[in-house]
């Protein structure tokens, strides 16, 4: 009996401390280990040296160097428009015929008028000439005599006279041959030939009265068409890009430029892809500044040989002031805004961020000027600064696909 009870107690004994084992297994834990911060993930650019372009930008329109509208001169028949539309022409060459015969017919009056009047003019001077001779020998009264050299006079006024209603005659005769003052690019035509064309009240299609020796032109009846025009050609090599600057860039371009005696390099953009259409030169300026908006219009001039500019197309402009030679830049996403000024995360070898004061010295577009802060080759964080705090360790995570920009 004394050996089954020992035997109990000693089965009680293990079972109490299996269970005790059990339950120091289950309650006790060990202390945690510190957990690390999980690096933040950034993106991250290189500080550089660069020659940095200074320059403004504005949005403008390209328009036509010269634009003329081609009027009639003389109204009459259309005979031809010989041109073709959207074509170029050049200086002097023929966009339209007016029909010539009724000038013709008035230059000849006029001619023989004149060829009349010269001989009766030669007349008249004999005839004094004969007089004089007369008067000095006491052979005629002194009046006879002033009479013809006042008849010289006259018909010395109507030759003068003749030879007017000449030239003017030649003049609108040359004037139905219509062509091109300037080169450049022909538009629509505006009107088709066997149409009346109107040159206006003082070039009518003309009719000659002769009276009192001279050839005198009228005007036409007042049923020919009101003026019209022909075709608008536009001067596009070179062309113009005009646009506004507020005043203060303005005073930074006339000082550059020497109050715009010395030539501004100016490009020209696509709005839609940023290409670079044409590169020219800035030398006209408005003589004011717009009261209502404060800005200064501005004309720059392109050559556009390859046409890439165009009458009527808005564009980007853009005006280089300068280029700093080998200065210190970092993208402007870079460069935070902090209670104590301006700052900029450095990764630092250990792969840490470490926030670095910063002096700027200027931005330019996405490239900011750094006067000091950061030294060239060190890494600067342009992305993630958000949940970034000194200390913090970084994991660099990839760029996204930069859109190229043309300069």
Same mark, same amino acid.
Do not use: C
């Given at each position: 009996?004394?050996?089954?009870?020992?035997?109990?107690?000693?089965?009680?004994?293990?079972?109490?401390?299996?269970?005790?084992?059990?339950?120091?297994?289950?309650?006790?834990?060990?202390?945690?280990?510190?957990?690390?911060?999980?690096?933040?993930?950034?993106?991250?650019?290189?500080?550089?040296?660069?020659?940095?372009?200074?320059?403004?930008?504005?949005?403008?329109?390209?328009?036509?160097?010269?634009?003329?509208?081609?009027?009639?001169?003389?109204?009459?028949?259309?005979?031809?428009?010989?041109?073709?539309?959207?074509?170029?022409?050049?200086?002097?060459?023929?966009?339209?015929?007016?029909?010539?015969?009724?000038?013709?017919?008035?230059?000849?009056?006029?001619?023989?008028?004149?060829?009349?009047?010269?001989?009766?003019?030669?007349?008249?001077?004999?005839?004094?000439?004969?007089?004089?001779?007369?008067?000095?020998?006491?052979?005629?009264?002194?009046?006879?005599?002033?009479?013809?050299?006042?008849?010289?006079?006259?018909?010395?006024?109507?030759?003068?006279? *003749?030879? +007017? #209603? @000449?030239?003017?005659?030649? &003049?609108?005769?040359?004037?139905?041959?219509? /062509?091109? !003052?300037?080169? $450049?690019?022909?538009?629509?035509?505006?009107?088709?030939?066997?149409?009346?064309?109107?040159?206006?009240?003082?070039?009518?299609?003309?009719?000659?009265?002769?009276?009192?020796?001279?050839?005198?032109?009228?005007?036409?009846?007042?049923?020919?068409?009101?003026?019209?025009?022909?075709?608008?050609?536009?001067?596009?090599?070179?062309?113009?890009?005009?646009?506004?600057?507020?005043?203060?860039?303005?005073?930074?371009?006339?000082?550059?430029?020497?109050?715009?005696?010395?030539?501004?390099?100016?490009?020209?953009?696509?709005? *839609?892809? +940023? #290409? @670079?259409?044409?590169?020219? &030169?800035?030398?006209?300026?408005?003589?004011? /500044?717009? !009261?209502?908006? $404060?800005?200064?219009?501005?004309?720059?001039?392109?050559?556009?040989?390859?046409?890439?500019?165009?009458?009527?197309?808005?564009?980007?402009?853009?005006?280089?002031?300068?280029?700093?030679?080998?200065?210190?830049?970092?993208?402007?996403?870079?460069?935070?805004?902090?209670?104590?000024?301006?700052?900029?995360?450095?990764?630092?070898?250990?792969?840490?961020?470490?926030?670095?004061?910063?002096?700027?010295?200027?931005?330019?577009?996405?490239?900011?000027?750094?006067?000091?802060?950061?030294?060239?080759?060190?890494?600067?964080?342009?992305? +993630?600064?958000?949940?970034?705090?000194?200390?913090?360790?970084?994991?660099?995570?990839?760029?996204? !696909?930069?859109?190229?920009?043309?300069?």
């Amino acid at each position: 009996m004394a050996a089954r009870r020992r035997f109990r107690w000693v089965f009680v004994a293990l079972g109490g401390l299996a269970v005790a084992l059990v339950l120091w297994v289950v309650f006790h834990k060990k202390p945690a280990k510190p957990q690390r911060p999980p690096a933040v993930p950034v993106i991250v650019a290189k500080v550089t040296v660069q020659d940095l372009p200074v320059s403004i930008t504005a949005i403008g329109a390209a328009q036509a160097w010269q634009s003329d509208i081609i009027l009639a001169q003389v109204s009459g028949k259309l005979l031809s428009v010989p041109f073709r539309e959207g074509g170029d022409v050049k200086a002097g060459d023929l966009l339209a015929q007016v029909d010539p015969a009724p000038y013709q017919a008035v230059l000849m009056q006029a001619q023989g008028a004149l060829k009349r009047d010269q001989a009766l003019l030669a007349e008249a001077r004999v005839d004094l000439a004969r007089y004089r001779t007369l008067s000095a020998q006491d052979s005629i009264a002194r009046q006879i005599l002033d009479t013809q050299a006042a008849l010289v006079k006259q018909d010395e006024g109507i030759v003068l006279a *003749d030879q +007017g #209603a @000449v030239a003017a005659a030649q &003049t609108n005769l040359r004037f139905t041959r219509i /062509v091109a !003052p300037i080169s $450049g690019r022909a538009g629509v035509r505006m009107v088709d030939p066997g149409n009346i064309v109107n040159g206006g009240a003082a070039s009518q299609v003309p009719t000659t009265t002769v009276t009192g020796g001279a050839s005198g032109i009228s005007g036409a009846s007042s049923s020919a068409s009101t003026a019209t025009g022909i075709v608008t050609i536009n001067q596009i090599e070179p062309i113009a890009v005009t646009f506004t600057v507020p005043q203060g860039d303005f005073q930074r371009l006339s000082d550059v430029s020497e109050g715009f005696r010395r030539p501004l390099a100016t490009e020209a953009l696509s709005q *839609d892809t +940023g #290409a @670079v259409l044409g590169t020219g &030169t800035l030398s006209i300026a408005d003589n004011k /500044v717009d !009261p209502a908006t $404060g800005t200064v219009e501005l004309k720059a001039r392109f050559e556009n040989k390859d046409h890439h500019l165009w009458p009527g197309q808005f564009v980007n402009v853009r005006l280089t002031l300068q280029t700093l030679p080998h200065v210190t830049t970092i993208p402007g996403g870079a460069v935070n805004q902090g209670p104590n000024g301006l700052f900029a995360f450095v990764v630092a070898p250990d792969g840490r961020a470490v926030m670095r004061p910063l002096k700027v010295a200027l931005t330019q577009g996405p490239v900011t000027v750094i006067a000091s802060g950061v030294q060239p080759g060190e890494t600067v964080v342009v992305d +993630g600064q958000m949940t970034l705090k000194p200390g913090s360790r970084v994991r660099l995570r990839p760029s996204p !696909p930069a859109v190229t920009a043309a300069r």
